[in-house]
T-cell receptor, first 116, second 112 residues
Framework: NAGVMQNPRHLVRRRGQEARLRCSPMKGHSHVYWYRQLPEEGLKFMVYLQKENIIDESGMPKERFSAEFPKEGPSILRIQQVVRGDSAAYFCASSRRDINLDTEAFFGQGTRLTVV | GENVEQHPSTLSVQEGDSAVIKCTYS??????FPWYKQELGKRPQLIIDIRSNVGEKKDQRIAVTLNKTAKHFSLHITETQPEDSAVYFCAASTRGDYKLSFGAGTTVTVRA
């Protein structure tokens, strides 16, 4: 089991461009979570998805940010018209079931987005 | 929503000594408390977790204690080693919820 795979590991975008971050959950995991980590801060919840469904996007800015987890393929976090404040590490986690049901969330290596 | 506070923000210990990190949470309905270790540039990795029906849990040199009345939980690392140097995050989750609320992290440095 390769674990949670995120790509790219590092992404540089100019202001105004789009950033697409990909996350392939662990095999057998159907729950995906995206977190953002600013320098020297903890991880902040952004969005929770199951296959083809957004369950909770309360932590995600309403503008410019979107997420999907299609039936086939990885989960995608998309940031349109990036600004310098979007620079952060974005982590994806996956779990077999709801983490509140005696299961744990496994994190990917993260994508470090730098907006120049 | 849940608010998790973590102290201290940095901790330096001599190799072989113990390290203790404390977290408080605000939502009395929280029932799942994991601890993650993150080495520089790497992914957060779960090192131990505790659920609200347990007061203490131990795994080799690592232990976690939970005080639901006071709404705080702590991580204890005994006989620290240089490879324990990392950033440690506590988190909390509420029954019926799924997202983890993280503390701001503690940077632990073990001096040889």
């Amino acid at each position: 089991n390769a674990g949670v795979m995120q790509n790219p590991r590092h992404l540089v975008r100019r202001r105004g461009q789009e950033a697409r971050l990909r996350c392939s959950p662990m095999k057998g995991h159907s729950h995906v979570y995206w977190y953002r980590q600013l320098p020297e801060e903890g991880l902040k919840f952004m969005v929770y998805l199951q296959k083809e469904n957004i369950i909770d996007e309360s932590g995600m800015p309403k503008e410019r940010f979107s997420a999907e987890f299609p039936k086939e393929g990885p989960s995608i976090l998309r940031i349109q018209q990036v600004v310098r404040g979007d620079s952060a590490a974005y982590f994806c986690a996956s779990s077999r079931r709801d983490i509140n049901l005696d299961t744990e969330a496994f994190f990917g290596q993260g994508t470090r987005l730098t907006v120049v | 929503g849940e608010n998790v506070e973590q102290h201290p923000s940095t901790l330096s210990v001599q190799e072989g000594d113990s390290a203790v990190i404390k977290c408080t949470y605000s939502d009395s309905a929280s029932n799942y408390f994991p601890w993650y270790k993150q080495e520089l540039g790497k992914r957060p990795q779960l090192i131990i977790d505790i659920r609200s029906n347990v007061g203490e849990k131990k795994d080799q040199r690592i232990a976690v204690t939970l005080n639901k009345t006071a709404k705080h939980f702590s991580l204890h690392i005994t006989e620290t080693q240089p490879e324990d140097s990392a950033v440690y995050f506590c988190a909390a989750s509420t029954r019926g919820d799924y997202k983890l609320s993280f503390g701001a992290g503690t940077t632990v440095t073990v001096r040889a």
